[in-house]
């Protein structure tokens, strides 16, 4: 019988985890819209509110900004994401001694169906052809009834 190795896997979190990868980072942050955040410094809180996540990057000149109920993410100015879902929906952006704690308010699968139908169509019609196999990609999604 073969072993895995494991140091070839690659991660896969469902509901909870801790993510390293500025790009996983990214992903899992772009998808927030209005939250509550909370700003810790050695677990005490000294700034919350609500706010839009309006964008999220990495680069290593833009500083990450909380203001006027818009969130400007900058994940390069985090050591790493964690979240969790218990007891409620929760993402913490972690640098040294300062944790920001996201909660969710929107449920993105209520908020905007349509948006997120086209954003996956157009990832699938991307990766097909970044694949050169558009002619082997099942692109009909018009029963979307019996998912």
Do not use: W
Not at 23 to 32: C, G, S, V
């Amino acid at each position: 019988m073969k072993s895995i190795d494991s140091e070839n896997q690659i991660s896969c979190l469902v509901d909870y985890g801790i993510v390293y990868s500025k790009r996983d980072m990214i992903r899992i942050l772009r998808d927030l819209d209005r939250v509550e955040y909370i700003d810790m410094i050695d677990n005490l809180s000294v700034a919350k509110g609500e706010g839009f996540v309006i964008e999220v990057y990495a680069n290593s000149y833009d500083s990450t900004i909380v203001f006027n109920n818009r969130l400007h993410i900058n994940v390069n100015g985090f050591d790493f994401l964690k979240i969790k879902t218990t007891p409620e929906k929760i993402i913490e952006l972690i640098s040294g001694h300062r944790i920001i704690r996201l909660k969710p308010l929107t449920n993105i699968l209520k908020s905007n169906q349509a948006a997120i139908e086209e954003e996956i169509d157009e990832q699938r019609i991307a990766l097909a052809s970044q694949f050169g196999c558009d002619n082997e990609v099942e692109m009909d999604y018009t029963d979307q009834g019996n998912l």
